[in-house]
């Protein structure tokens, strides 16, 4: 959990602390709880990792990140593909999330992957993101 939490410290500005990465880690290892957890290790060092969880009738990520010095390498398309067929599993038809206006970057990988931004409602404006939103199926 330590690397999990220096990545993302790393990746957001307003990082997770240790007992919800935990605890979220712990919930995805828990059958039919509706929590995922991903992880990309080479050695010892995590490269990347994603948390989902099925919220509804989608499965929303809530966290995603890579080392910056291992971005644009499939890291994060690897995750993502594996949360879609996570959702396809559990026959959600939609994966949602959102991303900070600033974080170009992130929106760019999002419209890559096939995501397209949501209508901006009050919510999201007042966090300052963007929703995104795309079908599981395909």
């Known amino acids: 959990t330590a690397e999990i939490l220096g990545l993302e410290q790393l990746c957001y500005p307003t990082p997770w602390n240790e007992r919800i990465v935990r605890s979220f ?14 992880i ?10 994603s948390l989902a969880s099925r919220q509804e009738s989608q499965l929303l990520v809530e966290r995603l990140g890579v080392r910056p010095e291992n971005r644009r390498q499939g890291i994060g398309s690897g995750l993502m593909v594996s949360l879609i067929l996570a959702a396809r599993d559990w026959k959600l038809p939609a994966i949602t999330c959102s991303v900070d206006e600033e974080n170009l970057g992130g929106q760019l990988f999002l419209k890559i992957g096939g ?3 949501l209508p901006m409602t009050d919510e999201a404006r ?13």
């Open 25 to 38: 880690v712990v919930a995805a290892s828990l059958p039919k709880k509706g929590y995922v957890a991903r």
């Open 40 to 49: 990309i290790m080479e050695g010892q060092a995590v490269l990347g990792y």
């Open 115 to 117: 995501f397209k931004a």
């Open 126 to 138: 007042g966090a300052n993101v963007i929703q995104f939103a795309r079908s599981a199926k395909g």
